[in-house]
């Protein structure tokens, strides 16, 4: 089946530690990208890339980190200088003039 | 001032009855506009999408978009407890090359009452 995977559905992270979730898909999509959604708010976005080995800052891209080796994959990188991890983060894609479609998301959370 | 505005909700309708959910946004520029309807604890899914003044028609939902009045809203009809859920607008701008950016709004909870 087509579609958009990330991993994982539920991560922990300790003081000081980056961690990384991954976005896979088989659409054949170039554009990706990633929001993050706060209890009550609106998704934001993060990063999006448009092609291979070329990404951009979104709105709040502060203690956050991407890379696009592949068409086919979008790993965002949470740093440990990003002091508010805690949110649900959602990675979509798209093919030229149609909407975006999200994966499942990954639901972060501090220990 | 937000960029996308709904009202939070909840909005809560009775089964069978139509369910109105409104939108403003503030770029006049904005192209196109996007209804996701997003289940507690799940990702957005797209239910609607329209790109042109007037009524869009897919099944039980309508998406209208008044450019002018800078108002996008989505009807239900023969709303269903299934239907309950938040109700996010997205409106699509430029950014570099060929990527657009989705600004959404913080959505709308719908619950259909039985």
């Known amino acids: 089946d087509g579609g958009i995977t990330q991993s994982p559905k539920y991560l922990f992270r300790k003081e000081g530690q980056n961690v990384t979730l991954s976005c896979e898909q088989n659409?054949?999509?170039?554009?990706m990208y990633w929001y993050r959604q706060d209890p009550g708010q609106g998704l934001r976005l993060i990063y999006y890339?448009?092609?291979?080995?070329?990404?951009q800052k979104g709105d709040i891209a502060e203690g956050y980190s991407v890379s696009r080796e592949k068409k086919e994959s979008f790993p965002l990188t949470v740093t440990s200088a990003q002091k508010n991890p805690t949110a649900f983060y959602l990675c979509?894609?798209?093919?030229?003039?149609?909407?975006?479609?999200f994966g499942d998301g990954t639901r972060l959370s501090i220990l | 001032q937000k960029e996308v505005e709904q009202n939070s909700g909840p909005l809560s309708v009775p089964e069978g009855a139509i369910a109105s959910l409104n939108c403003t946004y503030s770029?006049?520029?904005?192209?196109?506009f996007f209804w996701y309807r997003q289940y507690s604890g799940k990702s957005p899914e797209l239910i609607m999408f329209?790109?042109?003044?007037g009524d869009k028609e897919d099944g039980r939902f309508t998406a209208q978009l008044n450019k002018a009045s800078q108002y996008v809203s989505l009807l239900i009809r023969d709303s269903q407890p299934s239907d309950s859920a938040t109700y996010l607008c997205?409106?699509?701008?430029?950014?570099?090359?060929?990527?657009?950016?989705?600004?959404f709004g913080t959505g709308t909870r719908l619950q259909v009452t039985l």
């Open positions: 979509a894609s798209r093919d030229r003039s149609q909407p975006q479609h």
């Open positions: 659409l054949n999509h170039d554009a």
């Open positions: 890339s448009q092609i291979v080995n070329d990404f």
């Open positions: 770029d006049r520029g904005s192209q196109s």
């Open positions: 329209i790109y042109s003044n």
């Open positions: 997205a409106v699509s701008s430029p950014l570099t090359g060929t990527a657009s950016k989705l600004t």
